[in-house]
């Protein structure tokens, strides 16, 4: 049976992950958009994405890796949501300088922005700390609760951002994206091995 677990639970996650962005490539909406805005469109449902897989790997969910391989991969899908971040706001700054001032400073009149930033600076917020932590001398108790908050103001920051954008990426798909980023996010937070 656990033969049969670990590819099923494999691509059952692959499935997840892809299904997003395949079919936000076939929106209607990206007819007639700049390919940088196209591009940092779909950085953004990447950086998503990984917001799914970071708790699934420090809860030790994904079979077949060792605790080590789990860290280590739970760091370097941290590396790529900062770069996702950076390329969907790097790519809208291309497109549209004033909206993404408007948005950096809060005063963007669209809703989703205010969210977008907040999950954004979390992610900054949380890699610098990451990267500094052994100079913060942070105890692993206190990394925990730290990385935590951060991971939650993260999650609920991109999902209402998302929620509010009718964007590319379709309805159902984007839902469901929600929902299991929720799960894996309180299955790790509420695990009992602390």
């Known amino acids: 049976m656990r033969q049969i ?7 059952a ?8 962005l395949v079919l936000a490539a076939y929106s ?9 805005y196209v591009m940092a469109g779909f950085a953004g449902i990447v950086g998503f994405t990984v917001l799914l897989v970071q708790p699934l790997l420090i809860g030790k969910f994904l079979p077949g890796l060792s605790p080590l391989q789990n860290r280590r991969l739970h760091k370097w899908t941290g590396m790529l949501l900062v770069l996702a ?4 706001v790097g790519g809208l700054w291309i497109t549209s300088p004033p909206d993404v001032i408007d948005a950096l400073l809060f005063s963007s009149p669209t809703p989703f922005s205010v969210w977008g930033v907040t999950a954004m600076w979390a992610v900054f917020i949380s890699a610098i700390i ?5 100079k913060f001398q942070l105890s692993p108790k206190v990394w925990r609760i730290v990385h935590l908050a951060l ?5 609920t ?3 209402i951002h998302s929620l509010l954008i009718e ?3 379709e309805n159902v798909s984007k839902i469901m994206l929600c929902v299991l980023v929720v799960l894996a996010f309180l299955k790790v937070a509420f695990s009992v091995n602390k």
């Not at 499935?15 to 997003?20: R, Y």
């Open 130 to 134: 990451a990267a500094f932590r052994w």
């Open 28 to 36: 209607p909406l990206l007819q007639w958009r700049e390919p940088v």
């Open 167 to 169: 964007g590319t990426m």
């Open 157 to 159: 920051g991109t999902i």
């Open 85 to 88: 971040i950076i390329l969907h």
């Open 5 to 11: 677990q670990k590819p099923l639970i494999w691509g």
């Open 151 to 155: 991971a939650a103001i993260i999650i």
């Open 13 to 20: 996650l692959a499935l997840v992950l892809t299904v997003p």
